[in-house]
């Protein structure tokens, strides 16, 4: 985790030098930026590691200028983990096309980090696991390339590794909520319910979640 903090700041660092920013980089080029498109378009893939992430907008929650949501795809998670059984009428990807959402990344306006959250299944369109195999596929997600932005990339890897307590801890809360809302809400189809977008918000700082973990080293 330290590593990882020490990364974010040398992105930050390089970035500053040219006058950028974290999520400016991936809007370069890209013409108008409307609410609920992808950025870059076609999105941010790793084929070698199946991971992917994206920058859209359309909250005005938190002081939010936007956000980032990160996946890993089939090809890195492991055969023996599949997605909770379900029986409702949506179709979940499958195989080849089986994702997994791992959490969504709040920005502010000058292009930092303000905030992680968990959604629920419709929010992504993904097949549902568990929150322990969720925990365990951040571990693996990794955008080892410089397209479009060699800075952000490495920022995005790293941001996964410094916060990793606080991604699970969501991703636990997570599953917490929709088994609270399916007893709550008999016969309604949780993972499509539109009622439940957001199950958990956390606020975050690079500088405070480096300065801990500083300080549970020393």
């Known amino acids: 985790m330290l590593v990882a903090g020490y990364e974010i700041l040398e992105c930050y660092r ?12 991936l ?12 950025f870059p378009k076609g999105d941010i893939y790793d084929e070698e590691f199946s991971s992917q992430y994206y920058y859209h907008s359309h909250r005005e929650d938190q002081g939010e200028h936007g956000h980032f949501h990160t996946f890993l795809r089939s090809g890195a998670i492991p055969e023996n983990v599949q997605p909770v059984p379900y029986d409702g009428d949506e179709p979940w990807p499958t195989g080849d096309e089986a994702l997994s959402h791992l959490i969504a990344i ?53 941001m996964m590794c410094l916060f990793k307590p606080q991604i699970a801890a ?49």
């Open 106 to 158: 709040s920005m502010d306006p000058r292009g930092f980090p303000i905030g992680l959250f968990a959604t629920n299944r419709w929010v992504t369109a993904e097949a549902w696991y568990r929150a322990a195999d969720v925990i365990d596929m951040v571990d693996r997600f990794r955008i080892d390339h410089a397209n479009p932005s060699w800075p952000t990339n490495r920022w995005m890897t790293a």
């Open 170 to 218: 969501l991703l636990e809360h997570r599953d917490a909520v929709v088994d609270a809302w399916v007893k709550d809400h008999p016969g309604v189809d949780v993972y499509e319910d539109r009622e439940l977008e957001v199950t958990g918000w956390l606020p975050v700082s690079v500088d405070e979640q480096l300065a801990a973990v500083r300080a549970a080293l020393a």
């Open 14 to 25: 390089v970035l500053a030098k040219g006058g950028l920013n974290i999520v400016g980089e």
């Open 27 to 38: 809007l370069k080029g890209q013409g108008t930026f409307y609410e609920y498109d992808h």
